[in-house]
């Protein structure tokens, strides 16, 4: 007798736990990233990786002017941005190799790093000291800094940065923001399952 029971292939679970862990983050993260925002009055991203890109899935907005060409759903330029860098840092270096292996390094601004090699050691540094930075490699007057999520396995599950204008803050006032944003994405991944070694 034929079985007309659908079963759903693995393809399909897996595009449904990726969702899942995306929806996961964002819910356990927002918390942290408001107070972030709250402690900093600047303009807070959180990322994850999909499909070797990194994405924005949630944001918190500054409370006084900034014009950014982030949304949430859009593409973080994987080279340049600090949400970027600071998953790119913490990968196995094998999937990095993965991620940046024949892609094209667009310079956007005079700091952009354009090869590989500049680019890896930016990385080296980003993992020495825990966090990445943006120094306008990506929109000139705009910078930040982003640091890693963890998941319960150790893995990279995403990362948060806060960004804001040379402007109105200088990048000395920028690293000011370093242990908040630690504090945020430590909270986050403990909340994730992640322990400290």
């Known amino acids: 007798m034929p079985d007309h029971r659908y079963r759903l292939g693995a393809a399909t ?8 862990d995306a929806i996961d983050i964002r819910s356990v993260a927002r918390p942290f990233m408001e107070k972030l925002h709250e402690q900093t009055g600047e303009t807070v991203h959180l990322g994850t990786l999909e499909d070797n890109e990194v994405v924005y899935v949630e944001k918190v907005e500054a409370t006084r002017p900034l014009r950014l060409h982030s949304r949430i759903g859009a593409i973080a330029t994987v080279h340049c941005t600090g949400v970027s860098k600071a ?4 990968l196995p270096e094998a ?8 892609r094209d390094l667009a310079r956007f601004t005079d700091n952009t790093h354009t090869t590989i090699a500049a680019l890896e050691s930016d990385l080296a540094e980003c ?18 800094v982003g640091a890693p999520i963890l998941s319960g396995s150790g893995d990279v599950a995403g990362a948060i940065s806060v960004t804001a204008p040379l402007s109105r ?3 000395g006032a920028l690293l000011e923001f370093v242990p908040a944003l630690l504090a945020a994405t430590q909270e986050t991944s403990k909340q994730l399952g992640w322990r400290a070694q």
Do not use: M, N, S, Y
């Open 95 to 102: 999937k990095r190799g993965t991620i940046l292996d024949g």
């Open 127 to 144: 993992r020495e000291r825990g966090f990445a930075l943006d120094a306008e490699e990506h929109e000139p007057g705009i910078h930040c």
């Open 87 to 90: 998953i790119l840092a913490f």
């Open 13 to 20: 679970f897996r595009l449904g736990f990726q969702a899942l």
């Open 169 to 171: 803050v200088d990048r």
